[in-house]
Structures are given as structure tokens and as C-alpha cells.
T-cell receptor, first 112, second 115 residues
Framework: KNEVEQSPQNLTAQEGEFITINCSYS?????LHWLQQHPGGGIVSLFM???GKKKHGRLIATINIQEKHSSLHITASHPRDSAVYIC??????????????FGKGTHLIIQP | KAGVTQTPRYLIKTRGQQVTLSCSPI?????VSWYQQTPGQGLQFLFE???????NKGNFPGRFSGRQFSNSRSEMNVSTLELGDSALYLC??????????????FGAGSRLTVL
């Protein structure tokens, strides 16, 4: 069974701080997703990774396939970054036909 | 272009009833996947469809079913509702058959309350 663990579960930081959210998984994967969910429910896909590193604005996502670990970084954090960040993986078993397995999410609050 | 549209946005049902939720994907997207989100279990995969065929199903009882139409619109149905089915039901679409290997676009969700 594929397990996805995120840390920390909750994080409160001051505006401007550098934020790191971690995601570890237990099986081989074909893809890893970072998602953002604001209060009210809407989910936005931030990144989809299968290797290496991606950057979009102040957000950076990295993945280490050998260590089964990914990190999401936020530089120069802002109160509007306050949200739940969710890691999800697609197992590489079964020819990649499995659905996504999700972490429990990291609740991030950025204080002004 | 229009995003992923889910209807209805909110609904209240009683135990034993059934419910049908609808998802219209982004134009051109042929893959639709469904997810359940609850405070206790978080997000869980329900099923995914590509070109009217169910490609994968999560670990949910047979009361949960779905289908996809030729225009890629998808519906999911939950029969004999239980209190534990109260949740936010989200769908997502992408263009490729392997929904997890591509960036997903999510709808706003349908919030179901079972009384």
C-alpha cells in the first residue's frame, strides 16, 4: 500500500520567511503533484513532477526519486500563500494505472 | 476557456436516498477523475474515466459508481446514502488517459450533506 506522509502538519510563519513543506512516499511513482487548497475548497494544481526541480514565481518544487522525497519551497512568503498544501503521488505499479494517493496536507498560515 | 464545472455545488440528502453529481471537463479534455474529501480521511481517489471507459477505481464500496459520456462529461452516483458519505466531491480533468501523469484542473466541488 502506498503511503504519503507530509510534514509539518501545521506551519505558522511571518511574512517574508522561507517556507519548506516535505512529502515522503513509500513506493515507486510515475508522478508527484503539489496542490494548493484555499478555504472554501477550490484546489489548484501547482506542480507535477517526475524528476528534478520546477520553479514558478516564488514557488519551487524538488523531487528525489531515489530517496522517495519531495519538497515544496515558498520564497518571500506572503499572507495570500496561506492555504493547505497537499502532496499526491501516482504509483508506477500496474502500468501507471493507479489513481492518486494523497497526503493529509500541510496547513500554512503566513502572518503579516 | 471555461474551467471544470461541477453541479450542483451544494446539496442535502437524507440517509437511504441516492445522489447524482455532474462534472463537465475543460473543452478538449478527455479524462475525468473523481475524488472524495472529508475532514477525517482527507482526499481519496474514487475513479477515473477516459473516452467513456473506467480506467481505475479506488477502494470504495459498490454504492459509488460513475460513467462518462461521449462528450467527456461525467457523472457519479452514490446510492443508499450513509451519514459518512457527507463530503466534498471533486472532479478533475486532463487531456491524457493517464490522469495522474498530467497536470490536473479541478472543479470547485459538490458539497454533499447527508442527514
Amino acid at each position: 500500500k502506498n503511503e504519503v506522509e507530509q510534514s509539518p502538519q501545521n506551519l505558522t510563519a511571518q511574512e517574508g520567511e522561507f517556507i519548506t513543506i516535505n512529502c515522503s512516499y513509500s513506493v515507486g511513482i510515475s508522478a508527484l503533484h503539489w496542490l494548493q487548497q484555499h478555504p472554501g475548497g477550490g484546489i489548484v494544481s501547482l506542480f507535477m513532477l517526475s524528476s528534478g526541480k520546477k520553479k514558478h514565481g516564488r514557488l519551487i518544487a524538488t523531487i528525489n526519486i531515489q530517496e522517495k522525497h519531495s519538497s515544496l519551497h515558498i520564497t518571500a512568503s506572503h499572507p495570500r500563500d496561506s492555504a493547505v498544501y497537499i502532496c499526491a503521488v501516482r504509483s508506477s505499479s500496474g502500468g501507471g494505472a493507479d489513481g492518486l494517493t494523497f497526503g493529509k496536507g500541510t496547513h500554512l498560515i503566513i502572518q503579516p | 476557456k471555461a474551467g471544470v464545472t461541477q453541479t450542483p455545488r451544494y446539496l442535502i440528502k437524507t440517509r437511504g436516498q441516492q445522489v447524482t453529481l455532474s462534472c463537465s471537463p475543460i473543452s478538449g479534455h478527455r479524462s475525468v477523475s473523481w475524488y472524495q474529501q472529508t475532514p477525517g480521511q482527507g482526499l481519496q481517489f474514487l475513479f477515473e474515466y477516459f473516452s467513456e471507459t473506467q480506467r481505475n477505481k479506488g477502494n470504495f464500496p459498490g454504492r459509488f459508481s460513475g460513467r462518462q459520456f461521449s462528450n467527456s462529461r461525467s457523472e457519479m452516483n452514490v446510492s443508499t446514502l450513509e451519514l459518512g458519505d457527507s463530503a466534498l466531491y471533486l472532479c478533475a480533468s486532463t487531456w491524457d488517459r493517464n490522469s495522474g501523469a498530467n497536470v490536473l484542473t479541478f472543479g470547485a466541488g459538490s458539497r454533499l450533506t447527508v442527514l
